[in-house]
């Protein structure tokens, strides 16, 4: 049981560059969120979603994009990348919020 | 501001000593959580607790729900070294029960 899966695990872009985060899940959870993780700042979230095809704003969704066609994907999408998106990403999921969540072992972005 | 504010945010304790770990906000939750985070991983789940006045145990770890479920606390019973970690609280507030969020965390070190 693999649990979430996140890849890259490392990442540098340039400025200006976009990519896609992949993460995928295989508890069959309706919940998935994506936060990012910066120094002193805990987790702030990015987007989340309650099941395939409903997805919604997070507290910094501005310049991420997601999308969730099925159950076990939930893919974050930066458009063009910029300094300020320099973290550590997080994908994690839920059967149902009040359960806890499921976390990946993250990404670490660098943008230069 | 977060919605949830942790303190301390820094803690450094002898191995043996005992310690409380506070998690505060003016909004209501319908559930808190306790997360423990170690470097390079993603957080892991400790406990849940949803109803006001709520008490639970965890060998040395007790957590408890504030009456009003505002606030939350964790208390540790002689610390040890592998308790050394980040431990996050984060929770569903009353007015929307899709977005989960976090608080900023609470980095202890526990010296032997």
Redesign the interface.
Known sequence: NAGVTQTPKFQVLKTGQSMTLQCAQDMNHEYMSWYRQDPGMGLRLIHYSVGAGITDQGEVPNGYNVSRSTTEDFPLRLLSAAPSQTSVYFCASSPDNNYGYTFGSGTRLTVV | T?L?E?SP?FLSIQEGENLTVYCNSSSVF??L?WYRQEP??????LV?V?TGGEVKKLKRLTFQFGDARKDSSLHITAAQPGDTGLY?C?G?PDYN?????????TKLNVKP
């Open positions: 977060q949830l942790q945010q319908s559930s959580q390079g991983e993603g957080p892991v789940l849940t949803v996050l984060a569903l029960f899709n977005k989960f969020y976090f608080g900023s965390g």
